[in-house]
């Protein structure tokens, strides 16, 4: 998870503002690459400080505050994050370095004189999209709005922008770098020749004996011990009142009066009209059309005049007068309805040049009365009957929400059914009944309330394709909470044999490895190791295989280039059923010295990575200069409140 952080943070250094506004998500300004973002103010504020400097701080009400609102926006793409989740997976952790940095940055940059004129900061605020207005211009009443929606303030987003601007003018040159010399790359390069080759071995949990059953009480000490597997995640109950266009039928059936009129719009559709097929072809000039107008007039097709004089024909098939007119011209049309069937056009003057042509059949279409096409147009006006019913319906809540209307005002008001659900995961599902599946029409109310903390307004949002909508509300959250191990010990009894069952095959993949340490064989340690395990298998790799791949290497191919020689290790098995016992038993070097072409990609994928080091290491020495510290206790009451009163200080 810790990679959708970087995701969410690791733009350039500079102003790079995310603001992701959807209904009231929190909106998140993140500025970094590196470890560097600015999140904090160098000012006072109230709390105690998380990070301290000399000349400012960030206190830990700011750190809760921008945790929340990279937890409500991280929802958007993983909705059942919750606040331990994000702790546990280090989002806590990255915060804090980023706004630390931010912090250090700021302060170093402002003692080295760098000023931001607000006419700068204006100047990055009128280029966000998500303030520009209808006419594609900055909007200062859109602005306001979005603002309060979102509980910040112009000078908490105009202080951001600043510190951003601050932090791109001293890591942005450092960014840029991409020169590498040759002899810095050579060595690099040369690890690209190195071969290694070893054995290893797999140990499979199953190669284990299982040993007797679990007791009751040891089966209650590993439930407390690992509670965590067994709690259900927060859940949320949601209050919503859908309309869809099955609920508007009723009233979106077109009267007489509309079917009549409907008919005398479409008159000219239904009229009796006359359809011509004419294949033709486009000449350039007029001297070529009468060639090859003279040619099909002879007897020839349109199609072989026209390869014949190095052309290609085409067809309008089935066109009334209009629609060729308008494909053709309005002159080549008036002769092909006035030519008979077989008859030849043209050369006749067009868009594109003269065109010669043959009509190759004629339909007359009758009309349509009233009564023939009544099904089709009671379908068309009931439909957008159904739309604007829905439309009408839909701003009408709006606008009351937008009054500060309740979600019971609203439902009376505009005369809806209202329904509660169950207390559901954020991915509409409900945990207790795991295998009915979730109600697709429910789905965007309940990401809905997994995006509203308690006292906001309720929502409208959109339900399926067809116009359809629900107002949404929080009705009441649920907090993660472990199961009764009455319920859950058939499973709690499961695992605890498989982490012992685990843990035993560990034992044996450690003998395995230690006895294979140095001079002796990995075969004859998996000999004495006590129990029926495969043969080890002998591998030779070079590192450039790694490299050319690194993601689908196998991770026993890969743990041999960070091993000594006549050493092994254990690692988990990849298909996670077990442990794999590696050895490294031989290195072959090698000098790139003579191998130009290698040093040279070597010097340019080095030069991608160059820029963003000397970045960190600019970051880490102005965190210095200010002195910029973390206060863990500080940071260690924001995990409780995250994990609710689990995490580890």
Same mark, same amino acid.
């Given at each position: 998870?810790?990679?959708?952080?970087?995701?969410?943070t690791?733009?350039?250094?500079?102003?790079?503002?995310?603001?992701?506004?959807?209904a009231?998500?929190?909106?998140?300004?993140?500025?970094?690459? *590196?470890?560097?973002?600015?999140?904090?103010?160098?000012?006072?504020?109230?709390?105690?400080?998380?990070?301290?400097?000399?000349?400012?701080r960030?206190?830990?009400?700011?750190?809760?505050?921008?945790?929340?609102?990279?937890?409500?926006?991280?929802?958007?793409?993983?909705?059942?994050?919750?606040p !331990?989740?994000?702790?546990?997976?280090?989002?806590?952790?990255?915060?804090?370095e980023?706004?630390?940095?931010?912090?250090?940055?700021?302060?170093?940059?402002?003692?080295?004189?760098?000023?931001?004129?607000?006419?700068?900061?204006?100047?990055q605020?009128? @280029?966000?999209?998500?303030?520009?207005?209808?006419? @594609?211009?900055?909007?200062?009443n859109?602005?306001?709005?979005?603002?309060?929606?979102?509980?910040?303030?112009d000078?908490?987003?105009?202080?951001?922008?600043? /510190?951003?601007?601050?932090?791109?003018?001293?890591?942005?040159?450092?960014?840029?770098?991409?020169?590498?010399?040759?002899?810095?790359?050579?060595?690099?390069?040369?690890?690209?020749?190195?071969?290694?080759?070893?054995?290893?071995?797999?140990?499979?949990?199953?190669?284990?004996?299982?040993?007797?059953?679990?007791?009751?009480?040891?089966?209650?000490?590993?439930?407390?011990?690992?509670?965590?597997?067994?709690?259900?995640?927060?859940?949320?109950?949601?209050?919503?009142?859908?309309?869809?266009?099955a609920?508007?039928?009723?009233r979106?059936?077109?009267?007489?009066?509309?079917?009549?009129?409907?008919?005398? !719009?479409?008159?000219?559709?239904?009229?009796?009209?006359?359809?011509?097929? *004419?294949?033709?072809?486009?000449?350039?000039?007029?001297?070529? #059309?009468?060639?090859?107008?003279?040619?099909?007039?002879?007897?020839?097709s349109?199609?072989?005049?026209?390869?014949a004089? @190095?052309?290609?024909?085409?067809?309008?098939?089935?066109?009334?007068?209009?629609?060729?007119?308008?494909?053709?011209?309005q002159?080549?049309?008036?002769?092909?309805?006035?030519?008979?069937?077989?008859?030849?056009?043209?050369?006749v003057?067009?868009?594109?040049?003269?065109?010669?042509?043959?009509?190759?059949?004629?339909?007359?279409?009758?009309?349509?009365?009233?009564?023939?096409?009544?099904?089709?147009?009671?379908?068309?006006?009931?439909?957008?009957?159904?739309?604007?019913?829905?439309?009408?319906? /839909?701003?009408?809540?709006?606008?009351a929400?937008?009054?500060?209307?309740?979600?019971?005002?609203?439902?009376?008001?505009?005369?809806l059914?209202?329904?509660?659900?169950?207390?559901?995961?954020?991915?509409?599902?409900?945990?207790?009944?795991? *295998?009915?599946?979730?109600?697709?029409?429910?789905?965007?109310a309940?990401? #809905?309330a997994?995006?509203?903390?308690?006292? +906001?307004?309720?929502?409208?949002?959109?339900?399926?394709?067809? @116009?359809?909508?629900?107002? !949404?509300?929080?009705?009441? *959250?649920?907090?993660? !909470?472990?199961?009764?191990?009455?319920?859950?010990?058939?499973?709690?009894?499961?695992?605890?044999?498989?982490?012992?069952?685990?843990?035993?095959?560990?034992?044996?993949?450690d003998?395995?490895?230690?006895?294979?340490?140095?001079?002796?064989s990995?075969?004859?340690?998996?000999?004495?190791?006590?129990?029926?395990?495969?043969?080890?298998?002998?591998?030779?790799?070079?590192?450039?295989?790694?490299?050319?791949?690194?993601?689908?290497?196998?991770?026993?191919l890969?743990?041999?280039?960070?091993?000594?020689?006549?050493?092994?290790?254990?690692?988990?098995?990849?298909?996670?059923?077990?442990?794999?016992?590696?050895?490294?038993?031989?290195?072959?070097?090698?000098?790139?010295?003579?191998?130009?072409?290698?040093?040279?990609?070597?010097?340019a994928?080095?030069?991608?990575?160059?820029?963003?080091?000397?970045?960190?290491?600019?970051?880490?020495?102005?965190?210095?200069?200010v002195?910029?510290?973390v206060?863990?206790?500080?940071?260690? #009451?924001?995990?409780?409140?995250?994990?609710?009163?689990?995490?580890? +200080?």
């Amino acid at each position: 998870m810790l990679s959708i952080f970087r995701r969410f943070t690791n733009s350039r250094v500079g102003v790079v503002v995310t603001f992701l506004v959807l209904a009231l998500i929190a909106l998140a300004f993140v500025m970094g690459d *590196v470890s560097g973002l600015t999140g904090g103010g160098a000012g006072g504020g109230q709390g105690d400080a998380a990070v301290t400097a000399d000349g400012g701080r960030v206190t830990a009400a700011e750190l809760r505050d921008q945790v929340n609102n990279e937890i409500q926006s991280l929802r958007q793409g993983q909705p059942g994050l919750d606040p !331990a989740q994000y702790a546990a997976a280090g989002g806590l952790d990255f915060a804090v370095e980023r706004m630390a940095t931010g912090l250090a940055l700021d302060l170093f940059g402002t003692e080295q004189g760098l000023v931001v004129s607000q006419r700068s900061v204006g100047g990055q605020i009128a @280029g966000l999209p998500v303030f520009r207005g209808p006419t @594609g211009q900055f909007d200062q009443n859109l602005y306001e709005q979005r603002l309060a929606a979102l509980r910040l303030t112009d000078a908490e987003v105009r202080s951001t922008i600043r /510190r951003g601007l601050i932090a791109d003018w001293m890591t942005g040159p450092q960014q840029r770098v991409s020169f590498v010399p040759a002899q810095v790359a050579l060595p690099y390069a040369s690890l690209l020749l190195e071969k290694r080759s070893g054995s290893y071995v797999a140990v499979p949990f199953d190669a284990v004996p299982a040993g007797p059953a679990p007791t009751d009480a040891e089966v209650q000490a590993f439930y407390t011990k690992n509670i965590a597997r067994y709690s259900v995640p927060e859940r949320r109950v949601v209050r919503y009142a859908a309309l869809t266009p099955a609920d508007v039928a009723a009233r979106a059936v077109p009267t007489e009066a509309e079917i009549a009129r409907a008919y005398q !719009a479409a008159r000219a559709q239904y009229a009796a009209t006359e359809r011509r097929t *004419v294949a033709q072809v486009i000449v350039a000039d007029q001297a070529g #059309a009468n060639a090859l107008a003279a040619a099909v007039r002879g007897g020839r097709s349109v199609a072989d005049a026209a390869r014949a004089a @190095g052309l290609e024909a085409s067809t309008q098939s089935g066109a009334d007068k209009a629609a060729y007119a308008a494909s053709s011209g309005q002159a080549a049309a008036d002769a092909a309805f006035a030519a008979p069937r077989g008859g030849v056009i043209g050369p006749v003057r067009g868009p594109l040049g003269w065109l010669v042509g043959r009509v190759e059949k004629v339909e007359q279409v009758a009309g349509r009365t009233l009564e023939q096409v009544r099904p089709e147009l009671v379908a068309a006006a009931a439909k957008q009957k159904t739309a604007d019913l829905l439309v009408k319906a /839909r701003d009408a809540a709006d606008d009351a929400l937008s009054n500060r209307a309740t979600f019971d005002e609203v439902v009376q008001e505009r005369g809806l059914k209202a329904a509660t659900t169950r207390p559901l995961l954020a991915n509409g599902t409900d945990p207790d009944n795991p *295998v009915a599946s979730a109600d697709p029409a429910v789905l965007p109310a309940v990401q #809905a309330a997994f995006a509203m903390e308690e006292g +906001d307004q309720p929502q409208v949002v959109t339900i399926g394709a067809d @116009g359809g909508f629900a107002v !949404a509300a929080l009705g009441s *959250v649920v907090p993660a !909470a472990p199961r009764p191990l009455a319920q859950v010990r058939a499973r709690v009894a499961a695992d605890l044999a498989a982490d012992r069952a685990r843990d035993a095959a560990r034992r044996v993949a450690d003998g395995i490895a230690a006895r294979a340490r140095g001079p002796a064989s990995l075969a004859s340690a998996v000999k004495t190791a006590g129990v029926a395990l495969p043969a080890p298998r002998p591998v030779s790799v070079p590192r450039s295989q790694l490299a050319s791949a690194p993601r689908e290497a196998q991770p026993a191919l890969a743990l041999l280039f960070a091993m000594a020689p006549g050493t092994a290790k254990v690692l988990p098995s990849p298909d996670g059923r077990g442990w794999t016992v590696v050895k490294l038993e031989g290195v072959q070097r090698a000098s790139a010295a003579g191998d130009a072409n290698l040093v040279r990609a070597t010097r340019a994928d080095l030069g991608r990575a160059v820029g963003r080091e000397y970045a960190e290491q600019f970051a880490r020495a102005a965190r210095a200069a200010v002195n910029a510290r973390v206060n863990a206790a500080a940071v260690a #009451a924001v995990r409780r409140d995250l994990t609710g009163g689990g995490g580890a +200080d």
